[in-house]
């Protein structure tokens, strides 16, 4: 399901990527970029989006966290940055 979901947020919604990170154990953490917060809403109304939230809810996960933040600038390193 949750490679169903990025295919539809990038091919259809205005999601720009997604990074996602799992322990061991389950434990994990989901980030997605998106164009503009039009994009986020029209996503977290798309039919198919609130199915999986509904599993989600109900069978997935006993506990998560959502925060939307603002991205203003990004650095990657060693190269290409200077001090």
Request: with cysteine.
């Amino acid at each position: 399901m949750a490679g169903k979901m990025v295919d539809l947020a990038i091919n259809n919604h205005g999601c720009l990527g997604v990074e996602n990170v799992r322990d061991a154990e389950g434990v994990g953490i989901t980030v997605s970029y998106w164009k503009d917060e039009e994009s986020i809403k029209t996503w977290k109304a798309d039919s198919q989006h609130l199915v999986a939230q509904k599993h989600g809810m109900e069978k997935w996960y006993a506990q998560y966290e959502l925060r939307v933040a603002r991205v203003e600038r990004t650095y990657s390193g060693p190269h290409g940055r200077s001090l």
